[in-house]
């Protein structure tokens, strides 16, 4: 069986975390390994790949076959160009400046793909904070005036009690007033 550059599972449920390892084809997924490659971090958005890459184009070129996923990790950080490119070297069909040239502006590319995707990422995520935080200054505008004007409606009914009970006892005041005024006409 060859050896197999795969994924070895880590981190907790929901939340996984792989290693990038090189294993014997027959060793379980988590088991045995003949060596670390480099991490996967998938939660993450871009995903967050440390890898390295000069042992795993050395292990590409000993005959390793990447799983599936693996292959595609390779492909994203540059590993199978780089093959490829080591492969027209040594069949002389470029040297290895001009290799080097054609990965290196492969690599800008890519950089400059990947940071402009990351500063959208942040962008997005700013944007919608200020959204939310608009959104919340509005209910919270509306909330103040429902109290204000339940509040000014609470104020203005105890006002009107208020008059009423002072027209009531100035009603009372008057209506003693005019009989004392009546009994001093009549004496």
């Not at 994203?76 to 400046?97: F, P, S």
């Not at 009107?160 to 004496?187: C, F, S």
């Amino acid at each position: 069986m060859p050896a197999r550059i795969r994924l070895q599972r880590h981190g907790k449920k929901n939340q996984p975390f792989y290693h990038i390892v090189v294993a014997d084809g027959r060793a379980p997924r988590d088991g045995r390994f003949i060596e670390k490659l480099g991490t996967y971090n998938p939660m993450t958005n871009p995903a967050q790949i440390v890898l390295n890459e000069e042992k795993a184009v050395e292990w590409l070129k000993n005959g390793a076959q990447p799983s599936t996923t693996c292959r595609r990790i390779l492909s994203y950080k540059g590993v199978l160009l780089r093959r490829h490119l080591q492969v027209g070297v040594e069949k002389g069909a470029l040297t290895q400046e001009q290799a080097d040239v054609k990965y290196n502006e492969w690599k800008q590319a890519k950089d400059a793909k990947i940071a402009n995707t990351k500063s959208n990422v942040e962008n997005e995520a700013r944007n919608e904070a200020k959204a939310r935080m608009e959104a919340e200054k509005k209910v919270n505008e509306t909330k103040a005036a429902a109290v204000a004007a339940k509040r000014q409606a609470a104020a203005e009914a105890e006002a009107a009690a208020k008059a009423e009970a002072e027209a009531a006892a100035a009603a009372e005041g008057e209506a003693p007033a005019a009989e004392e005024a009546a009994e001093n006409a009549e004496a």
